[in-house]
């Protein structure tokens, strides 16, 4: 049997808010890399994600859900969107077939770019496949599609069959990374990205798109790491709900966070958070850039 050249290269993630994005990064990865709530626009970064084998290194590069920019944020959430879209050498369309909304703004995105685009068809665990195909169709009418899968995120039905396909794309060449690393990123940015999936998670309405978390210092110790961090608020009448009566909501808060984030360095944390007010910082250009946007 011929010798597998070695293949590496960078694919991007691309879809509308909760098409499975992540879960499908995570999926793949096998391990949770980017966070995830069944709310929109809950990933703000371009995450990260590193698949290796013997032969393949992969670069997923999870992006925020497509969107048309309303403020500040979102318009780096966008720009991210965009350059994830130039670095790539392979895109994933991420579709979900249960959506009922159009997927103009992505198809749109995508319209110009001269590239291998897959498109992924998510959600066959809850669709059936020839409803979800027929969706599909209208989608590959518009776009240059060099194949279509159909798949779940959620249960991993598909996944080795679009790794082969994203392979069959790739130039042969050298890992970019040593092959146990799953991400780039530090620490500091999960633990951050673990906090806002607790918002996420404990918060209605405007208050998780309102927050971002903030590191303010991270001190690894043999036993036990201890951390501050706070949370930054777009307006004074979201930190009170943030707090809670008597400080209810965000020890409960911290205690979930502690949790997931003990969970993902293996190893005890003492977790220390503070609300801080910065009006309006998701307009603000200035402050979108000084908290990692």
């Known amino acids: 049997m011929p010798e ?13 808010p909760n098409a499975g994005k992540s879960t499908l990064m995570n999926q793949i990865l096998g391990t949770k890399i980017s966070i995830t709530t069944h709310k929109a626009q809950t990933t703000r970064h371009q995450v990260v994600g590193i698949y290796s084998d013997d032969d393949t290194q992969i670069v997923f590069l999870d992006t925020p859900g497509v969107i048309t920019p309303k403020y500040e944020l979102q318009r780096a959430m966008m720009n991210t969107v965009n350059r994830a879209r130039a670095d790539a050498d392979v895109l994933l369309f991420i579709f979900d077939p249960t ?29 059936k496949e020839e409803n979800a195909q027929q969706k599909a169709s209208l989608i590959e009418e518009k776009l240059r599609i060099s194949s279509s899968h159909y798949l779940s995120a959620l249960t991993g039905e598909g996944i080795p069959e679009l790794i082969e396909d994203i392979r069959s794309h790739l130039q042969p060449g050298p890992p970019f990374y040593p092959k146990e690393d799953l991400s780039e990123h530090p620490i500091r940015f999960f633990v951050s990205e673990l906090i806002r999936e607790q918002i996420f998670l404990q918060f209605q309405q405007e208050i998780p798109y309102s927050c971002t978390v903030d590191i303010v210092s ?29 400080g209810k909501a965000i020890k409960e808060l911290g205690i979930k966070a502690r949790e997931t984030i003990e969970e993902f360095i293996g190893k005890q944390v003492f977790l220390d958070l503070h609300v801080k007010v910065r009006e309006k ?13």
């Open 4 to 16: 597998k050249h070695h293949k590496s290269g960078y694919t991007a993630i691309i879809g509308k």
């Open 99 to 127: 959506d009922k909304h159009p997927t103009d703004e992505v198809i749109e995105l995508l319209r110009s770019i001269n590239k291998p685009i897959i498109l992924v068809v998510n959600k066959v665990d809850i669709m």
């Open 218 to 246: 991270y001190d690894a110790d043999i036993d036990i790491d201890h951390i501050s961090a706070d949370i930054i608020v777009n307006r004074k009448s979201q930190k009170g709900m943030l707090i809670g009566k008597g």
């Open 281 to 293: 910082w998701r307009e603000n250009e200035n402050w979108v850039r000084n908290l990692g946007y």
